[in-house]
């Protein structure tokens, strides 16, 4: 269970305010739009988006094996949010 917490914690905060979010908002704002039919594409959309990632990443499992992924992921994620602080501060 604390997988399941872990991974859908972090998928969760990733996904908030990306642009896939933002076009949701975008088709769910339109009048003519039926909410229940975006939520069912949107939601389709990302099962499919995460079927294929998983299925990418147990193909590629014996490859990067090796690789320090939390690290390479961590530090990824720290350098996209110390860009976003610089741009804050280069724009204010």
Do not use: C, R, W
Not at 3 to 27: C, H, M, N, P, R
Not at 37 to 55: E, H, K, P
């Amino acid at each position: 269970m604390n997988l399941y917490i872990s991974i859908f914690l972090t998928v969760f905060l990733a996904e908030l305010g990306d642009k896939t979010q933002l076009a949701t908002v975008l088709f769910a704002s339109d009048q003519n739009s039926h909410k229940g039919l975006v939520f069912l594409a949107a939601a389709s959309a990302l099962v499919v988006s995460t079927a294929l990632a998983v299925a990418l990443g147990a193909g590629a499992e014996k490859y990067l094996a090796s690789f320090p992924l939390k690290l390479i992921a961590g530090t990824g994620f720290v350098l996209i949010g110390a860009f976003m602080i610089l741009g804050h501060f280069k724009t204010a």
